[in-house]
């Protein structure tokens, strides 16, 4: 079967065709993005064939144009694609030409890539994710003109109406008028996205409700509808991870390893992996155990954090979590404390 290699851009795309015996069926071509229908009539004579393009931030409307009964298109793992990554001369129309290449001889890692629906899932949970990220940021901000006076509050009460009515009695004469006026401003700010998160929130419980996979993970103590849409949209369909081993790999959780004869070190865990869902497991495996402290998972993580410290603890915790979310999206088994 032919293989049509893409080197993805913002506004074009350079394609190049190899046959199944590695000629050149088509010399690199270059095509506006705006003109997708220059593509179609190109691969068009070659049918069946593969596409092979990077998973950068514009396949999905590649994909979906193109993916059908006689186009497979292969999502490329960009970080895993060594050869390009590491070229001394790399050009539009080499990346693409060796991106085909790579695949007739079965060197391109796959990245599974998410139906619509589920992209949809991926974009409203980020966003809200985001928008917490941007209300900790302008919090953030405060708590430092505050610590510039010599004054300190507690992390989250400056999100509170008793916090705003102790820094606008207490520590508002301390304050330069700039300062004052910075505060009032994030505080605008942090109520606007405050009610724009709450919004989601509404939107979130509303999605998750149609999802099987999200009602059995919110059975989880500690897990509530946001994180269980978070890792339900990541995961799914869990038939794709053949063991908990892949799962914890694909989040993350497992620590690098180098085996040298018989000895073998673990290291930190990689830089390069789902950052949304190791971040999800994480903080699941924490809130888990404030709400649920006497499960088996809550017992474990306490053990781990007397003899090695909370930082670790809470990555084999979470690693730990990681293992019974595969078994119960396989199994369908709610979550058990015992």
Request: proline share 7%; charged share 25%; net charge positive.
């Amino acid at each position: 079967m032919p293989v049509a290699g893409i080197d993805l851009h913002a506004t074009y795309l350079v394609v190049t065709i190899v046959s199944n015996e590695g000629s050149i069926l088509q010399k690199p071509r270059r095509i506006r993005n705006s003109e997708a229908g220059g593509l179609v009539e190109l691969l068009e004579p070659h049918k069946p064939l593969e596409v092979v393009v990077e998973a950068s931030g514009m396949w999905p409307w590649l994909f979906d144009r193109l993916d059908g009964p006689n186009i497979h298109v292969v999502l490329a793992h960009p970080k895993r694609l060594r050869a390009i990554a590491d070229s001394k001369y790399k050009t539009d129309a080499i990346d693409a030409e060796l991106l085909a290449r790579m695949r007739l001889v079965d060197l391109v890692p796959e990245v599974f890539p998410k139906p619509p629906e589920q992209r949809e899932q991926a974009t409203l949970v980020r966003h809200r994710a985001r928008l917490v990220r941007d209300r900790t940021m302008v919090l953030g901000r405060i708590h430092a003109e505050l610590h510039s006076i010599g004054v300190t509050l507690p992390r989250g009460r400056l999100n509170t109406r008793e916090g705003r009515d102790w820094v606008h009695t207490e520590a508002w004469p301390r304050l330069r008028p700039q300062q004052r006026l910075l505060i009032q401003t994030h505080e605008r700010l942090i109520d606007q996205l405050s009610m724009m998160i709450k919004g989601l929130d509404k939107k979130v419980r509303s999605v998750g409700r149609r999802i099987p996979a999200v009602q059995l993970l919110e059975t989880i103590p500690g897990i509530g509808p946001f994180r269980a849409l978070l890792i339900a949209t990541e995961v799914l369909p869990i038939s794709r991870f053949k063991n908990p081993k892949h799962l914890v790999s694909y989040a993350g959780l497992a620590p690098r390893s180098s085996r040298s004869g018989q000895s073998v070190r673990y290291g930190s865990i990689p830089a390069g992996a789902n950052r949304w869902l190791r971040g999800a497991f994480v903080q699941a495996a924490l809130s888990h155990y404030r709400a649920a402290p006497d499960s088996w998972l809550s017992r474990f993580y306490e053990d781990k954090k007397e003899r090695i410290g909370w930082r670790v603890a809470r990555v084999a915790a979470a690693r730990r979590l990681a293992r019974a979310t595969h078994a119960m999206l396989r199994s369908g088994q709610v979550w058990s404390n015992a």
